[in-house]
């Protein structure tokens, strides 16, 4: 009977899954609430449940070899245990997730950070499909800033999974507070919600009429999209904090460079739908902070996944770990 | 007949050399002034030189099996010729370093960084020892900054050997300018010349009394060391001044832990040798900035090796080449 895999991203307001044979290949997707105010345990019920509608829905697809997640925040990828997960209630400290699942399921299961899963994606169907040695620098632009590493087509987790927060390097030592506790980190500097409320800021001191008109003086109506409109219609201000969100995430791809000088730094997360205004600013960053080095040959590019990036990395999650534990364990994979 | 590996560490003003046996132990060295100002061809000679002359004090010691050669700037190392020599004279500029020594010496040649040569150094022969899959950061504080990177017991070297310049990432995006162009870079800030600056700036405003007698009101005379003196014996503003230098050495190694997790941060270089003032503040840095995530794992150290570094490196460049490469090339290996 053939085999087939599973991928879960499971955010703070949705639950997605999939289903892919052997190579990958997505077969059947469909996604769910997440409820997370229910409790870690339910939410488990509700990603099996998913799993099991997907698994009936397939038809008569074989046995499922593996299931690979994503979760929103830190994980213990050698036990496949929570630590910590800065938008879910906080008894989400801690829970065995992948042996929870692995019960309902019965089939090895994987954890890793939702971004560093996004950014095996891109790597292994996306940018870096081609590539099997690609280095590369993932950042995820969104309500948080998070990143992944890969170096020479391998994700690099570090001992407990925690390399890759792009999105917490200091850019601004003494700058604004961050979630995380420190100081002018990347996060604090040019995530959606700090770009919104640099947005915010200008339309209340009367700095932005387009964006006043577009969102009708309500400030809870402002987002990034609709500040690139309000700065294409002609919005000086709300242009310029938004090319100066995107050079501060220049100077963390700037910094990357120099340490890893990686092939590709790719801009993901729903920020990163903007375009243009943020990857230009991005590229002319890294030529001016660190073009007497050899920088010629790192490309910015957009994410060619973009939402599918993090189901398309919790498959190549299950594969990978398969292809090295040859599906025994439920807790494998350390680089 | 036996064989035997050189290292060379060429310098701004002199040019070590070492003669080691395949296991990398070194039994004879030695050293003599650089003479950039005569050339590259001439230094070249003088290394050939160096190195012929070590040859003949090792008595019937086999046959030169290749050369590692550390240089201060950045190079191709796939073809073994120099591209951007900060510290040397302009007609150092694309000089086939390998194959001019390799005319000279009859074995194969393979240059590197210094930084990057001495971070091998250390990985082979110094606290990586016993840690084959060591994933470390390398700090060498000196006139300048440079750096080196290490991931899961291999050195980081990049499409073009320029990753791992941890000197050159952005610490203060408005600070001051650096030699490279960019502002705000590490090496602006905690470099030595940048400690003195500080140093002196005390002097010259009456801010450093202790000082001020130890090097006899004499600016030029101002070291780290001296400062170090000066702070122990009550300096208050100098100890503050070494401290915001240390600061932000630990800003830079905060930042590669985000990106890399690494399991140990080196300093290493001459203003290292400073000490626990320059190491305490750089733990308590990483703790305050990325103490979020598990980073009980990260030590700092100083460099095992020393001055030595840039040596035990070379001949290790030599060894691993010659590992892959079956002693054929004199311009292999790229990561």
């Given at each position: 009977?053939?085999?087939?895999?599973?991928?879960?991203?499971?955010?703070?307001?949705?639950?997605?899954?999939?289903?892919?044979?052997?190579?990958?290949?997505?077969?059947?997707?469909?996604?769910?609430?997440?409820?997370?105010?229910?409790?870690?345990?339910?939410?488990?019920?509700?990603?099996?449940?998913?799993?099991?509608?997907?698994?009936?829905?397939?038809?008569?697809?074989?046995?499922?070899?593996?299931?690979?997640?994503?979760?929103?925040?830190?994980?213990?990828?050698?036990?496949?245990?929570?630590?910590?997960?800065?938008?879910?209630?906080?008894?989400?400290?801690?829970?065995?997730?992948?042996?929870?699942?692995?019960?309902?399921?019965?089939?090895?299961?994987?954890?890793?950070?939702?971004?560093?899963?996004?950014?095996?994606?891109?790597?292994?169907?996306?940018?870096?499909?081609?590539?099997?040695?690609?280095?590369?620098?993932?950042f995820?632009?969104?309500?948080?800033?998070?990143?992944?590493?890969?170096?020479?087509?391998?994700?690099?987790?570090?001992?407990?999974?925690?390399?890759?927060?792009?999105?917490?390097?200091?850019?601004?030592?003494?700058?604004?507070?961050?979630?995380?506790?420190?100081?002018?980190?990347?996060?604090?500097?040019a995530?959606?919600?700090?770009?919104?409320?640099?947005?915010?800021?200008?339309?209340?001191?009367?700095?932005?009429?387009?964006?006043?008109?577009?969102?009708?003086?309500?400030?809870?109506?402002?987002?990034?999209?609709?500040?690139?409109?309000?700065?294409?219609?002609?919005?000086?201000?709300?242009?310029?904090?938004?090319?100066?969100a995107a050079?501060y995430i220049g100077?963390a791809a700037?910094?990357?460079?120099?340490?890893?000088?990686?092939?590709?730094?790719?801009?993901?997360?729903?920020?990163?739908?903007?375009?243009?205004?943020l990857?230009?600013?991005v590229?002319?960053?890294?030529?001016?902070?660190?073009?007497?080095?050899?920088?010629?040959?790192?490309?910015?590019?957009?994410?060619?996944?973009?939402?599918?990036?993090?189901?398309?990395?919790?498959?190549?999650?299950?594969?990978?770990?398969?292809?090295?534990?040859?599906?025994?364990?439920?807790?494998?994979?350390?680089?």
């Amino acid at each position: 009977m053939s085999q087939f895999l599973a991928g879960v991203d499971l955010g703070g307001t949705s639950i997605k899954a999939a289903l892919a044979n052997g190579t990958g290949e997505i077969f059947v997707s469909d996604s769910v609430p997440t409820e997370s105010h229910a409790g870690p345990v339910a939410v488990i019920e509700r990603i099996a449940a998913l799993v099991r509608r997907l698994i009936s829905q397939g038809g008569n697809i074989g046995s499922l070899a593996g299931i690979g997640v994503g979760i929103p925040g830190l994980v213990d990828v050698s036990t496949g245990t929570t630590q910590f997960l800065p938008n879910m209630p906080t008894q989400w400290r801690n829970v065995p997730v992948a042996a929870l699942l692995r019960e309902r399921l019965g089939c090895p299961v994987w954890l890793l950070n939702d971004v560093r899963t996004a950014t095996l994606g891109e790597l292994r169907y996306g940018h870096g499909k081609a590539s099997p040695r690609l280095t590369m620098a993932f950042f995820s632009i969104g309500t948080g800033i998070g990143g992944g590493v890969a170096i020479d087509g391998q994700l690099r987790l570090g001992p407990l999974g925690a390399a890759g927060e792009l999105g917490h390097q200091t850019i601004l030592p003494d700058g604004p507070r961050c979630g995380c506790g420190n100081r002018g980190c990347l996060e604090a500097l040019a995530s959606g919600p700090a770009i919104i409320g640099e947005g915010v800021r200008l339309l209340r001191n009367g700095l932005a009429p387009r964006l006043h008109e577009l969102v009708d003086g309500n400030a809870d109506r402002v987002t990034p999209r609709e500040m690139l409109i309000a700065a294409n219609a002609g919005d000086e201000l709300v242009r310029e904090a938004l090319i100066q969100a995107a050079t501060y995430i220049g100077i963390a791809a700037a910094n990357v460079v120099t340490i890893l000088h990686p092939e590709l730094i790719v801009l993901g997360g729903g920020v990163a739908e903007l375009g243009d205004i943020l990857i230009t600013p991005v590229r002319r960053v890294i030529q001016d902070r660190v073009g007497m080095f050899p920088t010629d040959h790192v490309r910015v590019e957009s994410s060619q996944l973009g939402d599918r990036a993090g189901l398309a990395g919790a498959i190549a999650l299950a594969q990978e770990n398969i292809a090295i534990s040859g599906v025994s364990g439920s807790h494998t994979r350390s680089n």
